[in-house]
RNA sequence: GCUCCAGUGGUGUAGUCCGGCCAAUCAUGCGGGCCUUUCGAGCCCGCGACUCGGGUUCAAAUCCCGGCUGGAGCACCA
């Protein structure tokens, strides 16, 4: 089997289903998978992109037997093109696009397709050598195919701008419903499984392979997935990027691999999504929520836990002695150590207080509030038992003490900040960890410089 | 418009090929409960679907016809 990926950009959502589907039914039946990279068209091609589509792949545990790059194979082309032009199943075609449109539309053979074999690999040799513009080789097919774009397809055309690998060593290229069926066959594939936007490209290639008389593997069609919110177009993320509007490839907004990485996104969970989804052809819609359990399902039981204030309201505290508490840094799990939570008078809370209530800060006592001033919350201490707290029913809230506390930045999906508080013992974090902001939600450690921790929001 | 395809709970999925064991699976979500000093996790209970109409049949989610809805393609992109 095969992933073929344009290397336009690194992989998203989208490819990541082909990729792990692909993936997956090779493993199952003992088969191999070939990556190959599609840049047959050197507009679209992002020299970057080869290297992201691997590591990308790598991420996502997607074991590749074997990499082709097409524009290594151009020779190839050119030699299956030359066959099919001497067998008189193709010709080169040099009428302009909308006069041949409309013979199409019309059923009309146009007069390039009988000018015989030896005029065409005349023609055919001129457009290599770079002394054509305007020409295309089509295969002939049935001039009268109930769907026009099937009626004499182009399998060739010219290309002069440089391409990045090869640059301007060829000016014509192939189009991919020549390439596909070309490699599908050399490479050996038995299935393919690609998207139902192919399901007339299959028919399509479907003329070359009986040409050839090769055997045509199986082309499986899934249906379309869609995926709401983050931007997947490689071209719209592209422009983004260079506009200064998106911070990269892994900007939290957008639907690439990479992005969701940074976010904290395992790609096991990914990967069990995209098997779930399967390849029946009805069209799906992407479940974030189902993506979100899959993940908390892996990173909960290993998330340290930590105390997090979003807006933080000072309140001093009277009439309670300094203490110092430790805490499980999870809940059930000892050898993920302990934390330290130091009062001293002095906390910051993320909760509106109201004047005269009771609330219980959480492991520590119970206070109750007594005024505000200048946005300073003055409160008592009222109790140690926790009994108290809940026949009062007051409320639990989070508290991070002043001293020491470490200023963080959570970045959620819309790129948008929430800046506060986390306690002292959250810088032991590690870069690239993922923990749990208690109530929350479970956030990627993703910088951290000498006054404040950036973290990137995964999910609730 | 033309060509083709698909429709199972809020979401994803099993079952559809080869009709009965399907008053429909599993997960997620939601509601409730237990536990818990996280509104987390875990455990328990519950909610919720075969697109509609006709036909074939002893029997239809499964087969046939039609409607409706949704989608894909109709490039010198992949």
């Given amino acids: 089997m095969r992933f073929a990926p344009n290397p336009s950009g690194p992989l998203h959502l989208g490819h990541a289903r082909a990729a792990v589907l692909n993936d997956y039914f090779s493993k199952k039946y003992n088969g191999k998978l070939i990556l190959r990279l599609e840049d047959t068209d050197p507009k679209r091609v992002l020299p970057e992109a080869y290297d992201m589509i691997k590591e990308d792949l790598e991420w996502l545990g997607i074991k590749i037997d074997n990499v082709v790059i097409q524009s290594d194979r151009m020779d190839t082309y050119y030699e299956y093109g030359r066959k099919l032009i001497e067998m008189g199943h193709a010709y080169v075609c040099q009428c302009n696009p909308e006069k041949f449109r409309e013979l199409r539309a019309n059923g009309i053979a146009c007069q390039c397709r009988d000018l015989g074999v030896e005029r065409n690999l005349e023609l055919w040799e001129k457009m290599l050598n770079g002394e054509l513009e305007n020409t295309v080789v089509r295969l002939k097919t049935d001039i009268k195919h109930k769907n026009p774009s099937i009626r004499d397809f182009p399998i060739f055309r010219i290309e002069k701008t440089p391409h990045p690998r090869t640059e301007d060593k060829y000016c014509v290229y192939p189009l991919m419903n020549f390439s596909v069926p070309v490699d599908d066959h050399l490479l050996g594939m038995t299935h393919v499984l690609r998207g139902k936007d192919h399901i007339v490209n299959t028919e399509k290639q479907k003329y070359i392979f009986d040409y050839f008389g090769w055997k045509m593997p199986e082309y499986i069609h899934y249906g379309i997935l869609k995926i709401e919110g983050p931007v ?42 995209m098997t779930e989804i399967g390849i029946k052809q009805a069209d799906v819609k992407f479940s974030w929520e189902n993506l979100y359990a899959a993940n908390k399902d892996i990173i909960d039981k290993d998330a340290r836990r930590f105390f997090f204030v979003e807006n933080p309201k000072k309140v001093v505290i009277e009439g309670a002695k300094h203490r110092v508490l430790n805490l499980r840094a999870h809940p059930d799990r000892e050898d993920l150590g302990t ?22 800060l959480m492991e520590l006592f119970n206070i109750t509030i007594d005024k505000i001033e200048n946005g300073t919350i003055y409160a008592k201490y009222h109790s140690d038992d926790f009994k108290i707290a809940r026949q009062n029913k007051a ?27 986390a306690e002292k ?8 960890e993922i923990v749990q902001f208690e109530r929350f939600g479970f956030v990627r450690v993703d910088e951290k410089k000498d006054d404040e921790v950036i973290c990137y929001f995964a999910h609730k």
Avoid: C, Q
């Fill in 232 to 273: 997947l177009s490689t071209s719209k993320m592209h422009a983004g990027i260079l506009e200064g509007k998106y911070r990269g490839w892994d900007d939290p907004r957008l639907g690439t691999l990479r992005a969701l990485k940074r976010r904290g996104i395992k790609p096991e969970a990914i990967y069990k999504l």
């Fill in 339 to 360: 934390r330290e939570l130091i009062f001293d008078r002095n906390i910051y809370v993320s909760d509106d207080l109201k004047i005269g209530k009771m609330y219980r």
């Fill in 395 to 421: 409320k639990i809230i989070h508290w991070i003490p002043v001293i020491d506390a470490v200023k963080t930045k959570v970045i959620d999906t819309n790129a948008k900040e929430h800046i506060g508080f």
């Fill in 425 to 432: 013992d959250f810088r032991i974090a590690n870069i690239d």
